[in-house]
């Protein structure tokens, strides 16, 4: 996993293009992505006080776009724009979405084995998995922690394919 998402091409220039539409319009910009063959530009965004978005949200941010999508001679003519809000299952793919959810319970997919280091002291189920459900604890530039059954299991983001918020939907979080 790359935590310094670097974005090239017409990603970048969409991502500076859209940010500071998103974030005049009262919202935050969560992800983009540009699907290339489909011609189809997705924004995530959320309002920051809630963390989502609702319909009308963006339904603004698609209103605020739209004008400037129309104007700049760069942007493909067919291109289809998708604003949604990342929704509760969202993927953490930067050090500000993995600080953000520090507390929350994520679903963590890695590449390879865990080593015997990581695995000394764990828990049944946590050796030869690939797939971890746990609390994200704590979070640093090299990698993250986990508390799975209150076992620590330190990834580097290396090890990590996937990363997304997994809620216990029958129980309320205060945060």
């Known amino acids: 996993m790359d935590i310094q ?30 699907l290339t063959g489909q011609k189809v530009l997705r924004l995530y965004i959320e309002d920051p006080r ?30 289809v724009l998708e604003v949604s809000s990342p929704g509760i299952f969202r993927e953490l793919s930067t050090l500000e979405h993995f600080k953000t959810f520090v507390g929350d319970i994520v679903m963590v997919i890695i590449m390879g084995k865990l080593t015997e280091e990581q695995t000394a002291g764990a828990p049944k189920g946590v050796k030869g998995e690939k797939k971890f459900r746990g609390v994200l604890s704590a979070v640093s530039e090299q990698g993250i922690v986990m508390d799975i059954q209150g076992f620590k299991l330190n990834l580097e983001y290396g090890q990590i394919k996937k990363v997304t918020l997994d809620p216990d939907l029958n129980t309320k979080f205060d945060k």
């Open 50 to 79: 809630t963390k989502t978005a609702v319909i009308e949200d963006c339904v603004k941010v698609d209103n605020a776009l739209s004008p400037i999508f129309e104007t700049e001679t760069w942007i493909p003519e067919e291109i």
């Open 5 to 34: 998402k670097e974005r090239a091409g017409l990603e970048k220039k969409f991502y500076h293009l859209c940010e500071p539409v998103v974030q005049e319009a009262g919202y935050r910009l969560y992800d983009l992505e540009y």
